[in-house]
């Protein structure tokens, strides 16, 4: 029972944290992640590779892309060779939100300073 109190506690920091990085940024995690992870990459990825990165379903994935390209932060592009496959990469906009959450202007909540590593 102890481990659930505990893990009913991370999930409220948790929101916590997510409730208070939206109203400094207007991201969500998620669509931070995503951003993230392009940033990783260094070049075009496939919704396919995000998902992989993030551990989003594929549907969660193109949902959470679909609201960060209309915030301008990504841009898709078309496959060279395949016209189907669609390529995200950042923005220059995108590039700058991602400067921004760098400065970490958010406080860790206490409950998650144990759990998260700082690199």
């Not at 109203?23 to 070049?43: I, K, P, R, T």
């Not at 193109?62 to 915030?71: A, D, G, W």
């Amino acid at each position: 029972m102890k481990t659930i109190c505990m893990m009913r506690d991370i999930y409220k920091a948790l929101a916590q944290f997510e409730t208070a990085f939206m109203q400094e940024y207007n991201l969500s995690l998620n669509e931070a992640m995503v951003l993230c992870s392009l940033q990783e990459a260094g070049c075009e990825i496939t919704s396919t590779a995000i998902a992989e990165k993030t551990e989003m379903g594929t549907s969660h994935t193109s949902k959470t892309l679909r609201s960060i390209e209309e915030k301008g932060l990504i841009q898709r592009s078309m496959g060279q060779t395949d016209k189907r496959q669609m390529y995200f990469s950042l923005t220059p906009e995108g590039k700058k939100s991602l400067k921004a959450l760098s400065l970490e202007k958010i406080e860790i909540p206490e409950q998650l300073k144990g759990v998260i590593n700082h690199r």
